[in-house]
Nanobody, 125 residues
Framework: QVQLAESGGGLVQAGGSLRLSCAAS????????MGWFRQAPGKEREFVAA????????YYANSVKGRFTLSRNYAKNTVYLQMNSLKPKETAVYYC??????????????????WGQGTQVTVSS
């Protein structure tokens, strides 16, 4: 089992920045991928960014490329999501997810059995 705890959400004005953190605990030694997803009110949860724990490639949704950056701290078993130039439409609950499985796409919700509780990001206009 893996437990995930997000933090760093809050209220920010359009064009502002936030950095989300996700600390993993439990069976972290064999993690394969970690990712960020978000769910806006009345909408489905969508992929934001993800990478393979031991790899170098990071994948981003087209809508956030060039503005969001996913990074990792192996010593702390933590991933971060730096979000710049935020837009009001990006108001959502942001979730961290993790997987031990190497099969399937890391940008798909179904590929992640472990989820955090989510952190609210509100972007005001």
């Amino acid at each position: 089992q893996v437990q995930l705890a997000e933090s760093g959400g809050g209220l920010v004005q359009a064009g502002g920045s936030l950095r989300l953190s996700c600390a993993a605990s439990g069976r972290t030694f064999s993690l394969y991928a970690m990712g960020w997803f978000r769910q806006a009110p009345g909408k489905e949860r969508e992929f934001v960014a993800a990478n393979r724990w031991t790899g170098t490639n990071t994948y981003y949704a087209n809508s956030v490329k060039g503005r969001f950056t996913l990074s990792r701290n192996y010593a702390k078993n933590t991933v971060y999501l730096q979000m710049n130039s935020l837009k009001p439409k990006e108001t959502a609950v942001y979730y961290c997810a993790a997987s031990h499985s190497s099969t399937g796409s890391i940008s798909v919700i179904g590929g992640y059995p472990y989820w955090g509780q989510g952190t609210q990001v509100t972007v005001s206009s």
